[in-house]
């Protein structure tokens, strides 16, 4: 991949909040064979302006391939739940975040959990590849294949291990979560946030068109990435991202402390200024 290299070790990364928004926590997970280090401009961002963030790592991730396909999806997202409920433990308000299939798990836990929000870049709930549908199959005959490079990246690089190969098995157990999610959709109560790149080759557009249709909030904001490929939070408009959850997260966090109307008048959104 071009663009400027982010020389770390993959690792969970945790960072206390502080300030006025100390109260506010979000864990972010990453994508699909990717690691922490995708996000973690993200989430040093939220940091700055006080949040407490976790990004957990999750289970065959940050390693190799071989060690990817030794996990099931429900690893993957009993991991991300595991840091979530950590953080909300000790926050007012919690969000969960996610890129890729980070914003699938992300999804998922914002239908189990009483979360505040959700705000997720490039969610994936479907294929781009319809041979995915005979995977369960597949992966008996032909165990890996080569990961689909994105012509002429504008994203950072980041070193996730080695992931030179994606095991058809772990493909199948990704198929698996998008179709355990989708069940799960109208049970997400919270309002979301979606961050959606112009040029993906990675998520196609049936996947924002799965969530319109099928997410139970009735809050449901897309924002349009015009410059940037599928690891978004890496590319062109990765400040808009940032910039943009920071408005989203606020804002809800201060809509869930006001107090209700009284039933004879309507609800305010903000508190009178004297």
Same mark, same amino acid.
């Given at each position: ?89 000790? @926050?007012?308000?919690?969000? $969960?975040?996610? &890129? %890729? ?5 992300? =999804? #998922?836990?914002?239908? /189990? ?52 190969? @994606?095991?058809?098995?772990? $493909?199948?157990? &990704? %198929? ?5 999610? =989708? #069940?799960?959709?109208? /049970? ?57 959850? $920071? ?28």
């Amino acid at each position: 991949m071009t663009g400027s290299s982010i020389p770390a070790e993959p690792a969970a990364f945790r960072y206390p909040g502080h300030g006025a928004n100390a109260g506010i926590g979000v864990a972010i997970c990453h994508g699909f064979t990717g690691s922490p280090l995708s996000v973690v401009p993200w989430a040093e961002h939220l940091a700055r302006q006080g949040f407490a963030v976790s990004v957990p790592m999750l289970p065959g991730h940050g390693t190799d391939w071989r060690d990817l396909a030794r996990h099931a999806w429900q690893d993957w997202y009993g991991a991300f739940e595991t840091a979530y409920l950590e953080l909300a433990a000790g @926050t007012r308000h919690c969000y $969960v975040a996610g &890129l %890729s299939m980070g914003g699938t798990i992300a =999804l #998922r836990a914002a239908a /189990r959990h009483d979360v505040t929000g959700v705000a997720v870049v490039n969610p994936g709930l479907s294929f781009y590849d319809r041979r995915v549908r005979y995977i369960g199959l597949l992966k008996h005959i032909r165990r890996t294949t080569i990961p689909v490079p994105e012509q002429n990246p504008t994203a950072a690089a980041t070193e996730d291990g080695d992931y030179s190969r @994606t095991p058809l098995e772990a $493909v199948h157990q &990704l %198929s698996r979560l998008f179709k355990a999610t =989708l #069940r799960e959709l109208p /049970r997400v109560a919270a309002p979301a946030l979606v961050f959606k790149s112009e040029t993906d080759i990675v998520v196609p557009p049936s996947s924002l068109e799965l969530l319109r249709e099928r997410l139970g909030s009735r809050e449901l904001a897309v924002v349009s990435l015009p410059n940037s490929g599928h690891v978004a939070t890496l590319d062109v408009d990765a400040r808009l991202i940032f910039d943009k959850s $920071v408005q989203f997260f606020l804002q809800h966090s201060a809509a869930a402390v006001l107090p209700a109307a009284p039933p004879d008048q309507p609800a305010t959104t903000a508190p009178e200024t004297p």
